[in-house]
């Protein structure tokens, strides 16, 4: 398939295997990493249960300590005597970090294997939140603010940690399916914040409890992490299992080329991420008041309706994550999270239809997107950059959120009513991209990559790790200078992020 002088190439810039070199990207992750995955894939299924369980719940903590800050904005404000300007520096320290960490977080994990990068990231959570009850106590700023650094720079590595693993342990095997029960676990863990914190702060008390009560949960995370060691550890001893254990901790080489070969589908994933994944949590922290505005009703009632966004998701993730192994449709699902949210952003703007309505399509956008999203990374990448590309998503969504945030609130202080009118024509405009968006992953998938996204998991897999390499795997094997414009416009994104932070948080 390839020239020798093309072969060389490649084995200058991807990692070598025990006594193999590789001959193409593909290859190379399946020589390297493939291999051990598909060991761990063979593995038996009372073995897989406890990867399972540890991965899905390795983040309970810190999903639950990302809504414990603002479940208590009113009690920090009073107790540290800060404003709001100062409260949204805590909360912006965390997103604002990760629109940078989760893409070298990705990189560390490809370098140096999930097991380290699982401990480090696990840990900087659980020290993160201890600082943040500790500053409860002695009601130091600084000490959260320090904590909540150490927390956003844990949290923006260690879902890519949980689907690292998941496609390690199951790829091609049910994958999407537990990566939507992994993020079903991860919404009820930030439900349950909401639902627990400021209750168990009055039934003992004092509001630091709640934290402490946090903090305990990411040590629980720690342990969990510790029980997925012992258990790649223990697994049945062979010569192949024991040399693949040593390969997995081995620090293995990263070139920076190797960024050159992600295909242009993955890109228009990026965006897409870019796009609905920050107008979902933009939208998700304004909802309750654009309701109680557009349609006058009181605090309570507004944020019962505005919660039911986040209602299907729970629901539907599991059942979603059956049909992409069992159907494929990635795409399909894309693309129907596009126009869901189109509409429901049309609905609640232009039309006086109950506001309930509205929120339920938000939902089923919010719950096809994901599984859609996340499902396909593992399909498209090899195994060797799973973690660079997760983490690249990752800060995409991060950097949309910090655009998407400061964007809203502009428009709505130029808004002589502050108003939600200019904030409605945004979010309309970021749908209509989103769904250009997805319409050409549809066509780009169809025409340069046979389909590959729509593939259900066991068509996918075969297609992707054998029958791709040796029919079209040029396609994903050869070096695209588009990625230089890609990755540029990628920073130029990040630079605004964070000259919009500066400018409107640091600065105040």
Known sequence: MYSKDKERESEALLPKTHGNTSKSLHSD??????????????????????????????????????????????????????????????????????????????????TFGTLTGSIITTGLIAVGNILVAISTSNKSLATMIAGRVLYGVGSGTVVIVQETILSQWFNGSSLAAVVALMMTVSRLASFSAQASVVPIANRFGWYGYGFWFCAFLCIVSVVINLVYLLLIRNLPSTDES?????????????????????????????????????????????????????????????????????????????????????????????????????ISIVLIGYTYLMPLLSMLFFSV???????????????????SLVGTGMGLIKSGTNIGASLFDIATGLLQDADPAKGYGGVVDFFIGIGVLAVLAGLTLCVIDRTLYRSLLDKNARESLQYSQEEWVKTDGDKLNRKMWANWIYGGVFLALAALSWGLFIRFVLLL
């Open 29 to 110: 992750a399946t020589s390297q990493d493939g291999g051990y995955e598909t060991h761990l894939a063979r593995q038996p299924n009372k073995y897989k249960i406890i990867a399972l369980l540890c991965a899905i719940f390795m983040a309970v903590g810190s999903h639950f300590a990302a809504h414990t800050l603002g479940a208590m904005k009113n009690t920090i404000k009073t107790e540290f005597g800060i404003s709001n300007a100062q409260y949204g520096a805590i909360q912006s320290s965390v997103s604002i970090v990760n629109t940078i960490l989760p893409a070298l977080g990705g990189i560390f994990l490809d």
């Open 365 to 383: 956008s919010l719950a096809l997107g994901p599984v859609g999203l996340v499902s396909s990374v593992p399909v498209i990448l090899p195994l």
């Open 242 to 342: 024991r040399y693949r254990y040593i390969a997995l901790k081995r620090k293995r080489s990263f070139s920076w080329d190797k960024l050159l070969y992600l295909p242009h589908s993955y890109w228009l994933i990026v965006s897409m991420e870019f796009l609905l994944g920050g107008a979902w949590g933009c939208f998700l922290h304004i909802n309750s008041e654009m309701i109680k505005m557009r349609f006058g009703y009181d605090n309570a009632h507004a944020a019962a309706i505005g919660s039911t966004a986040q209602i299907l998701p729970i629901i539907l993730m599991p059942i979603l994550g059956v049909c992409v192994d069992r159907f494929g449709r990635r795409t399909w699902m894309m693309l129907g999270s596009s126009i869901t949210f189109l």
